[in-house]
């Protein structure tokens, strides 16, 4: 039998097998070797989704061992170091780092590239030509020049060509060169030199003249850029609310443990007291077990608290984080700021006021409204008749060499020649020797009703209604101005009558407490007062709070809506 060489082969059977399967091993690595950087860009993104599978099963995973452990610990356990952030921080981390701001900023950039691109028709477009032909033509006739003419043409021309951004119309300036040489026996210049320009201009009288369509989109894009701009305000302020009223949140689900762990530390303390009563012969054991179930109902309590400290963190970071990749995402949150009961005066006459002015959601519907009556103004073009002035002037200039003909018949003999060139096609072209103009009106309308009749009509109805929407929402800011302020009002009476009742629920704790303790009260009676305390702690948490969310959506109201509704939109072609 042939042995293995491994030192390891004296060792037990589960290690020498080791050895038999080191071939298989290496085969295998080879492979993978080979089948790797034909996967390494699936690999990539799928180990990207891995990782953010990997953390929450992390988070998941500590979580459920937290609900295993003592309940005595100060915070829950979590899975990367602890980070202290004040209100501040969260609000400068939310600006800087939350991905909808992200997206929310690249909105007024793609409307700037659509700008320079509706610009960009008024542009001049310049244009070259440089053209060589050479023509072979048959004996057709007796005119023809020759048995066999040929022609050569070399053609030197330029242009430029503008759309005017005032008035819709364009012009149009062209330069064209040529030289000729021909074997025609007619021909008077040999070789022969052309050059002519042509200036153009297309003016709209009536239709196009004040607005047209790109004019239209441009100042209609110009508006949705401030539009843009005012969403991304709107999405900041709206953002910010959030993180704070999210910051609010956590932080009472924190103090809610706490509240849940002192409960749940009363009830353990009223157990063993109710043993040591049961041991000395003072109280029945069926009082134990009756303060053994409480504790285990504020057991299931501060489970379900900390399971709510866990999702509240959770939203927070969701605000204030750039990805999965953030080191605040792996980190516990400590939110050190308390909540701070500081009743503060209410101006609802300047809060409504200073909605009507500033609100995002009024501004974007202002703008609105500007850019549908552009487009009213555009639509209402189109019906007029479509009246254009085109005028043209040009001139041509000629030179070369002359011939000299016996006679003026034709193809008489040629007895001499005149030396010349392109400088002479030069001279009688700017001395305009062979002018060239026309004027002329062209005039086009449609008989009868038209679609562009019904698409002005129907925007007009539509600019109107916008009107009213405008109407209506500043009536909806108003009211919820209004409503915030009475929110606020309501959770300072309802913070000062938590107050009240957390104070009454504590003495009463204390008066059960030394009443059981002197045989006067009953074990039913100091579990009831403990609850009773326990709600009134979390009541008055929740009511300070609640508090600081209203003065939070009170000062947003002013600002920004918390949803996108405004007014419709009407298109060019008489669609919304």
């Known amino acids: 039998m042939k042995h293995c060489n491994c030192p390891a082969y004296n060792r037990p059977l589960h290690l020498r097998r080791v050895c038999g ?7 295998l690595v080879a492979l993978v070797a080979l089948v790797a950087p034909l996967r390494a860009q699936e690999a990539s993104e799928q180990g990207r989704l891995d990782e953010i599978a990997r953390v929450a099963a992390q988070r998941f995973t500590a979580a459920r061992a937290e609900a295993e452990r003592t309940r005595q610990a100060p915070s829950p356990s979590a899975v ?10 969260v609000t400068t981390r939310a600006l800087e780092r939350n991905l909808e701001l992200v997206v929310e900023r690249l909105n007024p950039q793609t409307f700037d590239l659509t700008i320079a691109r509706l610009r960009a028709a008024y542009r001049p477009i310049a244009s070259t030509t440089f053209n060589q032909r050479a023509v072979v033509q048959p004996p057709t006739n007796q005119l023809n020049g020759g048995n ?23 012009v149009s300036f062209l330069f064209n060169n040529r030289k000729q040489v021909t074997s025609n026996i007619f021909a008077n210049f040999n070789p022969t030199f052309t050059s002519n320009f042509n200036l153009a201009l297309t003016q709209p009288l009536l239709r196009g003249f004040l607005i047209d369509n790109n004019r239209q989109q441009l100042r209609v894009t110009a508006l949705n850029r401030e539009i843009s701009e005012i969403q991304l305000r709107g999405t900041i302020a ?11 949140e956590l932080l009472y689900a924190i103090e809610a443990v706490e509240v849940a762990r002192g409960s749940l530390a009363l009830a353990e303390k009223l157990v063993e007291d109710n043993r040591a009563r049961v041991e000395i012969g003072t109280m029945a054991p069926l009082d134990v077990v009756q303060a053994e179930a409480e504790a ?79 487009t009213l103004r555009f639509m209402r073009n189109l019906t007029l008749p479509d009246l254009e002035l085109a005028a043209t002037y040009g001139a041509q200039g000629l030179g070369g060499t002359q011939f000299i003909r016996q006679g003026s018949g034709l193809g008489s003999t040629v007895i001499g020649t005149v030396p010349g060139g392109y400088s002479d096609a030069i001279r009688t072209l700017t001395g305009r020797d062979f002018p060239t103009w026309n004027v002329a009106l062209n005039l086009s309308y449609p008989i009868g009703g038209s679609a562009a009749d019904a698409n002005y009509a129907r925007a007009r109805i539509q600019v109107s209604q916008s009107a009213a929407q405008l109407r209506a929402l500043e009536l909806q800011v108003a009211t919820e101005v209004t409503n915030a302020a009475l929110q606020v009002e309501n959770g300072l009476k309802r913070y000062e009558a938590a107050t009240v009742a957390r104070q009454l629920a504590n003495t009463r704790l204390e008066a059960e407490q030394s009443r059981f303790e002197v045989g006067l009260s009953t074990n039913f009676f100091v579990v009831q007062a403990q609850r009773d305390l326990a709600t009134a702690q979390n009541s008055e948490l929740r009511a300070l709070l609640d508090y600081r969310r209203a003065l939070v959506d009170y000062e947003r109201v002013q600002e920004a809506s918390a949803s996108r509704a405004g007014i419709t939109a009407i298109g060019a072609g008489g669609g919304n």
């Open 21 to 27: 399967g080191a071939a298989s091993a290496l085969a």
């Open 80 to 89: 990367g170091a602890q980070v202290d952030l004040t209100l501040q921080d």
């Open 238 to 248: 709206t953002t910010l609310a959030a993180v704070r009223n999210a910051y609010w």
């Open 296 to 374: 285990a109902t504020r057991r299931q309590a501060l489970a379900q608290a900390e399971a709510t400290w866990r999702t509240g963190e959770l939203l927070l970071k969701r605000l204030i984080v750039s990805g999965t990749d953030d080191p605040l995402w792996r980190a516990s949150l400590n939110p050190v700021d308390r909540p701070v009961f500081a009743p503060e005066p209410l101006d609802v006459e300047g809060a409504v006021r200073r909605a009507l002015g500033n609100r995002t959601d009024l501004e974007q519907a202002r703008r609105q409204i500007q850019a549908n009556t552009t």
């Open 148 to 170: 066999i003419v040929q022609n050569d043409t070399n053609d030197y021309n330029a242009g430029v060509t503008q759309a005017l951004s005032w008035g819709g119309g364009s």
